[in-house]
């Protein structure tokens, strides 16, 4: 298995992981959302008449989709139950700004799902940051969150003999 099929395995895995714990309710937005890959996860695990909205921009860096999903700027809107958002942050010059706009999106007390890479190579210009656990920490935290959950998704052992272990990435779960 290569990096990339590890890492979309273990976001799969996250997911399914916080949604059995009924995570995804209500209005679902799933921001970032490419060609929606965890759609199915989602949609399975909410309650009759919740709501997934996909949201996407063609022109965001690294849109996968490179189509516009949804329209105008859904986080204009408060009360969604949960914000979905895996591997996104990292394109964003000001990740501070987007977080706080995701706690006043869901600050009726929602949820934010979220993704991130760690320990990963570059790959497009337009990828800025990596994060670490204590630094995604103090960012969630200074935005206004409360952390319900934060973990490695998968490990990668690059040398063997030495028992080093390094995050692939971290998945998160927090409330507004």
């Known amino acids: 298995m290569n990096l990339r099929d590890r890492e979309h395995d273990s976001i799969r895995t996250f997911l399914l992981t916080v949604a059995a714990e009924g995570y995804f309710k209500?209005?679902?937005?799933?921001y970032g959302c490419g060609k929606q890959p965890y759609r199915d996860i989602v949609k399975r695990s909410q309650p009759l008449g919740g709501v997934y909205q996909p949201f996407d921009q063609a022109d965001f860096p690294a849109n996968v989709s490179e189509e516009n999903i949804g329209?105008?700027?859904?986080?204009?809107?408060?009360?969604?139950?949960?914000i979905l958002c895996t591997q996104v942050v990292q394109y964003v010059p000001d990740v501070w700004d987007l977080?706080?706009?995701?706690?006043a999106a869901t600050a009726d007390g929602g949820h934010l799902v979220m993704t991130y890479p760690t320990n990963w190579p570059e790959i497009e210009p337009e990828d800025l940051h990596r994060f670490t656990k204590a630094g995604m920490e103090g960012l969630l935290d200074d935005a206004g969150f409360t952390i319900l959950r934060h973990e490695r998704r998968a490990v990668i052992h690059p040398l063997e003999d030495t028992g080093e272990a390094f995050a692939l990435g971290y998945g998160v779960v927090a409330r507004a």
């Open 26 to 30: 209500g209005a679902v937005l799933d």
């Open 71 to 82: 329209e105008g700027d859904p986080l204009v809107m408060e009360g969604w139950g949960t």
């Open 99 to 103: 977080l706080r706009r995701f706690w």
